[in-house]
């Protein structure tokens, strides 16, 4: 039994530590698509990051559902679609510190919706910028797009 049991913690604990870890975040609700779209949207644009382009990556999928046949969206996602976005100072600070940080902007999300869940997932920038003389401007922007994204996340629950 106190074997088992350990095992669960320990098996419990690793995959807590892969997430926390993870480059890439994600925030999922149990709520309509196009509301939690909107609310992340415009809790960026709050946030002072200008959403500059919003791919609907779904439809331009749908068009190859015969020609890939049953490969085609095999996860049954019933929408993708994506934003991106920019904030000019941080784009500033990060091409001051390393130039090749610059790849960081823009940046996007995805969002998700199947099941009646969306999904917002998010590359970290301060994953990504791990050594550069710019990680620590990469974390806070970082800390500022997942603000964005948890708080659009709130506002779809109420």
Known sequence: MHIKLLAFVAAFTFSLNIYADSSVYTASVQADFDLVYNNVH???K???LSVVFQPDVGSKLS???ERWGDNYNR???DRIKS???CNAWYAN???NMDIQMTALCPMHITLTHRDGQTSVNFVRPDSIAKGSKAEAVAHELTELV???ITDGIEASKK
């Open 83 to 85: 934003m991106v976005f």
């Open 42 to 44: 415009d809790s960026l």
């Open 75 to 77: 996860n049954k996602l």
């Open 63 to 65: 068009r190859f559902a």
């Open 46 to 48: 709050s946030n002072r």
């Open 146 to 148: 997942i603000k964005s």
């Open 93 to 95: 600070e990060i091409s």
